[in-house]
């Protein structure tokens, strides 16, 4: 089955910084890469997503970009600000059959202000 | 507004007793689930269902059952067989299983601690 590694496990950074984690899979055949964002004590929420057919798609700070050859996805927020302290969790889906998104073992990111 | 309900937010019991975790969904989804947190592992995938009436055993089923009576209810009980029943449990749903790139809609979690 797919097998999706995430990293790094934490990630402090000053407000303002940007911020980088990346997401490995293992099923050549997965096309859709969620993120979502998981605020303490909370259940996590979609923040952005990509389908194999782009490479890279924007919403204001944050980004995702997919680089299907090497199998990776990486999520990018840029000007961080302590409201984005949380821990971030990539998912990766193989089409067909019951869908069952594979999960990341998160990103816990600080952000300093 | 149209989401998910998880009931009680904390659960505390005693060892050696079962206890249900409420889950209700306004979404008109399909499909439902459920993962349990701990730290450091993720989320890892209980149980699901794709229609009323019918789910399946996900990668940690052990020590849990589920039911699924109604297309809005798919309730956990955790039973006195699980080892170790303490952590954050969350439930989520999506328009219909075999919709891949549909996002997984989570409720706010259950944190159950036995003692």
């Known amino acids: 089955g797919e097998n999706v590694e995430q990293h790094p496990s934490t990630l402090s950074v000053q407000e303002g910084d940007s911020a980088v984690i990346k997401c490995t899979y293992s099923d050549s055949a997965s096309n859709y890469f969620p993120w979502y964002k998981q605020e303490l004590g909370k259940g996590p929420q979609l923040i952005i997503d990509?389908?194999?057919?782009?490479g890279e798609k924007k919403d204001q700070r944050i980004a995702v970009t997919l680089n299907k050859t090497a199998k990776h996805f990486s999520l990018h927020i840029t000007e961080t600000q302590p409201e984005d302290s949380a821990v971030y969790f990539c998912a990766a889906s193989v089409p067909g059959g019951s869908y069952i998104p594979t999960f990341g073992r998160g990103t816990s990111l600080i952000v300093h202000p | 507004d149209g989401g998910i309900t998880q009931s009680p937010k904390y659960l505390f019991r005693k060892e050696g007793q079962n206890v249900t975790l409420s889950c209700e969904q306004n979404l008109n989804h399909d499909a439902m689930y459920w993962y349990r947190q701990d730290p450091g592992q993720g989320l890892r995938l209980i149980y699901y269902s794709q229609i009323v009436n019918d789910f399946q055993k996900g990668d940690i089923a052990e020590g849990y059952s589920v039911s699924r009576e109604k297309k809005e209810s798919f309730p956990l009980t955790v039973t006195s067989a699980q080892k170790n029943p303490t952590a954050f449990y969350l439930c989520?749903?999506?328009?219909?299983?075999?919709?891949?790139?549909?996002?997984?809609?989570f409720g706010n979690g259950t944190r159950l601690t036995v003692t």
């Open positions: 989520a749903s999506s328009p219909r299983a075999s919709s891949y790139n549909s996002p997984l809609h």
């Open positions: 990509i389908r194999s057919n782009v």
